[in-house]
C-alpha cells in the first residue's frame, strides 16, 4: 500500500513537470512583434520575465518597464495605449481582433483561448531602436474551469429577435445602421467583457468630451473616446457607445457601435441590441451638407469583428446567428450612405455571473440585517437607496459566526482622520453584539509596497495566537495594499478571504491628473496626524502603477469578494464634487474617486452596488468633531455597520460552502 502511494506521488509530480515548458528568446526593437513559437490553450497559464535594454534615439535607455509616458505619446500610435514606448507587450493569436497587453518587465497570465503566444515592443511602426529584451516564457497546462459543455446557455428565440427593431433612427425619425448584433449577459459581464476586449466607453457630450479630455491629457493618455452621434432604438437613445481607435487616426477612423438595453430578457438574462458600423473616413451628410463620417458599407464586417474581438476575452460561451423575419440586404444610412449585409443577426452569449456557493443574494441579506437588526440605529427607509437591488427583508438571520477574525484596512489619508475610523460603528457592533474579533490597522498614506509590509507584519505577528484566519476588508487604497500583501510578501497563508470595498483596484484617473488633490485637502481641513508619504501614496494609486501588478498578479491567492460604489450629484459630499463632476465623463457608475472597472478585484465574487459616495461607505464623517470635516463631508450618513455586518455574514457562509 506504501509503494502503491509513492508511486503515485511521483507520477503527479512526473506530470506535473511534464505540464510546464520553459523557453528563452530575445525581443529585438526592429519589430513590434515577434512570434515565440509557444501555442497556449484556454485556460494554461504563461509567465513572462524580461531583462535587458533597448535605446530610443533622443531618449534615456529603458528596460522592459518602457519610457515614462510624455506628451508626445499623444499622437503616437501604440499596441497598448496606456503603457510608454518601449514596454515589452504581448498577445495572444495575430487575429487582428486580438488586443495587447501589458508584460513589462514581469507578467502572469491565463490564456482565455487557444492561440500562439506573440511578444513585442510597445512602439510605433516607424521606431527603430537598438538592443534588446531577454525574455523567459514559461507555460504551466492548465484547465478551463467553464466551457460551452457544462454552461446552461439561455436560447435566443425566433419570436423575441423579431420583436427588436431591424434599424436604428435618428432624432427626425430616419432610419439608420442596421441592428447587427444581440448581447445575451448581465450589464457587468457586459462591461467587463468589452474593456477586456480593448473596447472604450464614448462620450454622450460635447461637456463630457471637454472634462474626460482634461483627465486623459493631464494624465497622458492618447483620447480615443470623442463622442459619437445619438440614435434612437427602443424609443431612447443608446445606452453605452463604445469605440476602438488609434489615437492619431481616431478622428477620421474607427471601430464603433452602440447598444440599447432591450425591454425583455432571456430565461432572466439581460439583452442588449447593438448597432456596429466602421468609420473610414469623412462624407456629406446628404441631409444638412454638413461633413460626417464615412462607414465601412461592409457592415457584417464590423458585426464579425465585434463578435471576434469578445471571443478573444475568453468570456464568451456561445456565437451564433439568426435571421429576422422582416430584414434586408441593402439600404442607406440616415445621411445617405449606402450599405450592405447578409441579413444575419450576430447573437453573443457571455458567461453568467459568478455566484456564491451558498446561493445567498447579498443585497437581500443587507436589507434583512438592515430592517432586523439595524445596527446602526435610527431611522432608515427602504433598503434600495443603500444598496442597488435591495429589497428583501425577511431572510433568517442566524448569529455571527466567530470562526474568523476580522481585519479592517482603511484606504489614503485614514491616518489624517483620527476620529473617524473606517467602519466605526461596524467594529464596535460586530464585537459587543457577536463577539467577533475585530480589528483595525491603521495604514500610513506610503506606497502600497511599504504598507504591504506592514500588513503582512501584522498578520504574521497576531497569527501567533491559534485564533483563527482572517477575513480581511480593504477599504478604498487599502484593498490594493492588502492585495500586494497577499501577492508579494506571503500574508495569504493567514487570510481566509479578501474584500474590496471601493477598493482601488485599478487605480483611478484622479490619481493621474489630480495629484494634489490631498495635499488640498489636509490644508483645507487642517489635517495635522497624517502620516506617510502623500506623493508615494498617489503615486502607487495611478492607472498604470495598479495595471502593472495586475498584470503581474492577475489572481489573488485566497477566495475574493468586491462590493463598488456608485453615487448621484445629490448624494455626494461637497468634498467629492470636483472629482465626481470629472468622473461623470467616463460613465454612470462612480463615486467620486473611483470608476467601477477599477473598483473590482480580479477574479472576485462581486457583491453588488452600494449606493454611496466614497467617503460615505466606509468613514463616518457625519459623527466627526470638527465641524469644517462634517460640512466638507456632508452627505456620509450610512449604514455602514449593517453593511460590515453583512458582508462578514456573507463571506463566513460562503466560505463554508467552498
Request: hydrophobic share 40%; net charge neutral.
Amino acid at each position: 500500500m506504501l509503494l502503491t502511494r509513492i508511486s503515485a506521488l511521483l507520477f503527479a509530480a512526473a506530470m506535473a513537470l511534464s505540464a510546464q515548458t520553459s523557453k528563452q528568446l530575445d525581443i529585438s526593437g526592429a519589430n513590434i512583434w515577434t512570434d515565440t513559437g509557444v501555442d497556449l490553450k484556454p485556460g494554461d497559464t504563461v509567465k513572462i520575465t524580461a531583462t535587458g535594454q533597448l535605446q530610443y534615439m533622443g531618449a534615456k535607455p529603458c528596460g522592459p518597464e518602457g519610457l515614462s509616458r510624455g506628451w508626445a505619446d499623444l499622437i503616437r500610435q501604440l499596441p497598448v495605449n496606456e503603457a510608454g514606448r518601449g514596454t515589452l507587450v504581448g498577445r495572444i493569436s495575430d487575429n487582428p481582433a486580438a488586443r495587447a497587453f501589458l508584460v513589462g518587465p514581469k507578467a502572469e497570465r491565463r490564456a482565455p483561448v487557444a492561440g500562439r503566444l506573440f511578444l513585442g515592443v510597445n512602439q510605433g511602426a516607424n521606431d527603430q531602436p537598438s538592443g534588446t529584451y531577454h525574455v523567459t516564457v514559461e507555460v504551466t497546462a492548465g484547465t478551463v474551469t467553464s466551457t460551452p459543455a457544462n454552461v446552461k446557455v439561455p436560447q435566443m428565440t425566433q419570436a423575441l429577435l423579431d420583436g427588436v427593431p431591424v434599424r436604428v433612427e435618428d432624432a427626425q425619425g430616419n432610419p439608420g445602421d442596421r441592428v447587427n448584433f444581440i448581447i445575451v449577459g448581465s450589464q457587468s459581464k457586459v462591461e467587463a467583457a468589452f474593456r477586456a476586449a480593448g473596447w472604450v466607453t464614448v462620450d454622450k457630450s460635447k461637456k463630457d468630451a471637454v472634462l474626460r479630455g482634461l483627465l486623459s491629457s493631464v494624465s497622458k493618455e492618447a483620447y480615443v473616446t470623442m463622442p459619437m452621434s445619438e440614435l434612437m432604438l427602443f424609443g431612447r437613445i443608446q445606452d453605452y457607445g463604445y469605440a476602438q481607435g488609434d489615437p492619431i487616426r481616431v478622428v477620421a477612423s474607427r471601430h464603433h457601435f452602440r447598444i440599447w438595453k432591450a425591454p425583455f430578457t432571456v430565461e432572466g438574462q439581460t439583452v442588449w441590441a447593438g448597432a456596429g458600423t466602421h468609420d473610414i473616413g469623412f462624407d456629406k451628410d446628404q441631409r444638412n451638407g454638413k461633413l460626417t463620417h464615412k462607414i465601412d458599407p461592409d457592415t457584417d464586417g464590423e458585426r464579425d469583428y465585434i463578435g471576434q474581438s469578445l471571443q478573444q476575452t475568453g468570456m464568451v460561451v456561445k456565437l451564433d446567428y439568426m435571421r429576422a423575419a422582416k430584414t434586408f440586404e441593402s439600404a442607406k444610412t440616415a445621411h445617405g450612405e449606402e450599405f450592405r449585409t447578409d441579413g444575419r443577426t450576430l447573437i453573443v452569449y457571455l458567461q453568467p455571473d459568478q455566484t456564491s456557493t451558498s446561493g445567498i443574494a447579498f443585497p437581500d441579506l443587507f436589507c434583512s440585517v438592515l430592517t432586523q437588526k439595524n445596527p446602526d440605529g435610527g431611522a432608515w427607509g427602504a433598503c434600495d437607496q443603500f444598496f442597488e437591488g435591495a429589497s428583501k427583508s425577511d431572510m433568517k438571520l442566524d448569529a455571527v459566526s466567530t470562526k474568523y477574525r476580522v481585519l479592517i484596512v482603511p484606504g489614503f489619508m485614514s491616518s489624517c482622520f483620527s476620529d473617524s475610523p473606517a467602519f466605526q460603528e461596524g467594529q464596535k457592533s460586530l464585537k459587543e453584539q457577536y463577539g467577533v474579533n475585530v480589528a483595525l490597522l491603521q495604514v500610513p498614506n506610503d506606497g502600497s509596497e511599504s504598507n504591504a509590509k506592514m500588513i503582512a507584519s501584522y498578520l504574521a505577528e497576531q497569527s501567533k495566537s491559534d485564533a483563527g484566519k482572517w477575513i480581511v476588508v480593504g477599504y478604498s487604497k487599502g484593498a490594493p495594499d492588502v492585495m500586494t500583501a497577499l501577492a508579494q510578501e506571503n500574508a495569504a497563508q493567514y487570510v481566509a478571504a479578501f474584500v474590496s470595498v471601493a477598493g482601488a483596484v485599478g487605480g483611478s484617473p484622479i490619481a493621474d491628473a489630480l495629484p494634489a488633490a490631498a495635499d488640498q485637502w489636509i490644508r483645507q481641513y487642517n489635517m495635522k496626524g497624517c502620516q506617510g508619504d502623500t506623493a508615494a501614496g498617489f503615486k502607487s494609486l495611478q492607472r498604470s502603477v495598479r495595471a502593472a501588478f495586475l498584470a503581474a498578479n492577475p489572481r489573488m491567492p485566497v477566495p475574493s469578494y468586491s462590493i463598488v460604489t456608485k453615487s448621484q450629484k445629490t448624494n455626494t459630499s461637497k468634498a467629492l464634487m470636483q472629482t465626481w463632476q470629472l468622473l461623470s465623463a467616463y460613465g454612470p457608475v462612480q463615486d467620486g474617486q473611483l470608476l467601477q472597472q477599477d473598483a473590482v478585484a480580479p477574479d472576485s465574487t462581486v457583491l453588488g452596488i452600494a449606493l454611496a459616495d466614497h467617503f460615505a461607505v466606509a468613514l463616518p464623517f457625519d459623527k466627526s468633531s470638527d465641524s469644517a470635516i462634517r460640512g466638507g463631508m456632508d452627505k456620509t450618513r450610512y449604514p455602514r455597520a449593517a453593511l460590515l455586518e453583512a458582508i462578514v455574514r456573507y463571506v463566513s457562509t460562503d466560505l463554508g460552502g467552498k
